[in-house]
Each structure stands twice: as C-alpha cells, then as structure tokens.
C-alpha cells in the first residue's frame, strides 16, 4: 500500500523541496522578534536568524526543513519558558506557530508516508511479517 519514496533519503533530499512561502515567513517571524527584543536582549534573536539562514542556506531541502523545525519548537519552548524576552509575547508566539504549521505544510508528504508505513507495519498489518521459503508447494 505504502508505495512512494522511502523517507530517508529520497524523499527528504529529493522530493521535499523548500517552498517559497517558508522564507518569507521565517523572515516575518524572525522581523517580529527582532522588534520585540531591547538591548542585551537582542543576541537570541541574532541568533534565530542567523541559524535560519544557515539552515535554509547551508542544508538540502527536507534536512533544512527538519533544522528550521527544530528551531520552532526550541524558539516556541523559550518563549513559554522566558517571556521577558520578546515583549511582542503573543504575536511572537503566533508568527512561530504559523511558521512551524509552514513548515510542517511543506513536509506532508514525509509525515504521510510516515503514517502509511506506520499503518502498514503496526496498526492494520494485512500480511505476515516472517518470511518463509516456499518450492513446490511446500512451505
């Protein structure tokens, strides 16, 4: 049933390209944090930047993806954990779910092969699992 590409690596470094709507909205997100943060403050948004653009610059396609989704969920950790960070706190909080629901938009076709495999193998199996040898007949 679960016929497409395997997840690693044909289909994160081949078949799950970046799209364009993910740039422009990790630089929104990044144009949010950047003007709710003051001071010394400033260095976690460098650094959420500078990380997106090596990830989007330096990765391959669904790799960078994975990376840019790490950094939402540690980004989105942060600022539950440490609100006094951004004192634009809920529309920081907004533009990283939107970015991470971006980026997971892009990486469907992983998660549903994912799931089919997941499916396939543990939730409705519709073969054996052990291998046998038939000749003739006889198995």
């Known amino acids: 049933r679960c016929l497409g590409a395997h997840v690693w690596p044909w289909r994160l470094l081949l078949y799950t390209p970046v799209p364009s709507f993910v740039p422009s909205v990790l630089m929104a997100k990044g144009g949010v944090l950047l003007l709710g943060c003051s001071g010394g403050q400033m260095w976690p948004a460098f650094f959420v930047l500078v990380y997106s653009f090596v990830a989007l610059s330096m990765l391959q396609e669904g790799v960078a993806l994975l990376a840019l989704l790490g950094l939402c969920l540690c980004?989105?950790?942060?600022?539950?954990?440490?609100?006094?960070?951004?004192?634009?706190?809920?529309?920081?909080?907004?533009?990283?779910?939107?970015?991470?629901?971006?980026?997971?938009?892009?990486?469907?076709?992983?998660?549903?092969?994912?799931?089919?495999?997941?499916?396939?193998?543990?939730?409705?199996?519709?073969?054996?699992?052990?291998?046998?040898?038939?000749?003739?007949?006889?198995?």
């Open 75 to 139: 980004e989105a950790l942060l600022s539950w954990l440490r609100p006094e960070l951004c004192w634009l706190k809920t529309f920081h909080r907004v533009t990283v779910l939107i970015a991470m629901g971006a980026i997971v938009y892009a990486l469907r076709g992983c998660v549903e092969q994912l799931y089919c495999q997941l499916d396939d193998f543990y939730l409705h199996p519709r073969r054996p699992k052990e291998w046998t040898l038939c000749l003739a007949g006889y198995c």
